[in-house]
T-cell receptor, first 114, second 116 residues
Framework: GENVEQHPSTLSVQEGDSAVIKCTYS??????FPWYKQELGKGPQLIID?????GEKKDQRIAVTLNKTAKHFSLHITETQPEDSAVYFC?????????????FGSGTQLTVLP | DTGVSQDPRHKITKRGQNVTFRCDPI?????LYWYRQTLGQGPEFLTY????????KSRLLSDRFSAERPKGSFSTLEIQRTEQGDSAMYLC??????????????FGEGSWLTVV
């Protein structure tokens, strides 16, 4: 099955700096890669996703890049703000079957220091 | 669109008791998922429904776990004879197979289970 590794496990940045979180996956059949933000005591909230036919996607201060050859994808947050502090999870899935079953990384605790 | 709704949000139970969680997906979403998340880990897939049919079950879903989606709308997840190792957050998610959201999966706020 799919295995997703995520680094770093913790990341501290100064407000206004950029943050980068990286993930690798093992199953070359995976073709969908979402990123979720999870605040304490809440469920994961989708912040951006990318499909394998696209190399990069951007939404305001958030961008995701995908390298299918190397089987890795990254989340980039620019101009970080204190409210960006949370745990971020990457995930991967293969939609060729009947369900889009997500395999998650172990998470990155991002702290934005004011 | 009120999002994925889960109830109860928190449950404390004694070991050996049965517990049931309810999930109401986003309206018109025909796919519903259950995941489990323990502290410091990412969510792990448990099971999946398309309409009322349970199509996939993870090996994590032991015989003490049962999920239903009787009319293809809300779903319940029951844990029988709870064990301390069942303590976790149980997340429900839903998606729509077709349409603009393109099978994007949306999660609820989760139901925290503590087994004492």
């Amino acid at each position: 099955g799919e295995n997703v590794e995520q680094h770093p496990s913790t990341l501290s940045v100064q407000e206004g700096d950029s943050a980068v979180i990286k993930c690798t996956y093992s199953d070359s059949a995976s073709n969908y890669f979402p990123w979720y933000k999870q605040e304490l005591g809440k469920g994961p909230q989708l912040i951006i996703d990318i499909r394998s036919n696209v190399g990069e996607k951007k939404d305001q201060r958030i961008a995701v890049t995908l390298n299918k050859t190397a089987k890795h994808f990254s989340l980039h947050i620019t101009e970080t703000q204190p409210e960006d502090s949370a745990v971020y999870f990457c995930a991967a899935s293969d939609s060729s079957g009947s369900a889009r079953q997500l395999t998650f990384g172990s998470g990155t605790q991002l702290t934005v220091l004011p | 669109d009120t999002g994925v709704s889960q109830d109860p949000r928190h449950k404390i139970t004694k070991r050996g008791q049965n517990v049931t969680f309810r999930c109401d997906p986003i309206s018109e979403h025909n796919r519903l998922y259950w995941y489990r998340q323990t502290l410091g880990q990412g969510p792990e897939f448990l099971t999946y429904f398309q309409n009322e049919a349970q199509l996939e079950k993870s090996r994590l879903l032991s015989d003490r776990f049962s999920a239903e989606r009787p009319k293809g709308s809300f779903s319940t997840l029951e844990i029988q004879r709870t064990e301390q190792g069942d303590s976790a957050m149980y997340l429900c998610a839903s998606s729509q197979r077709r349409g603009p959201s393109g099978n994007t999966i949306y999660f609820g706020e989760g139901s925290w289970l503590t087994v004492v």
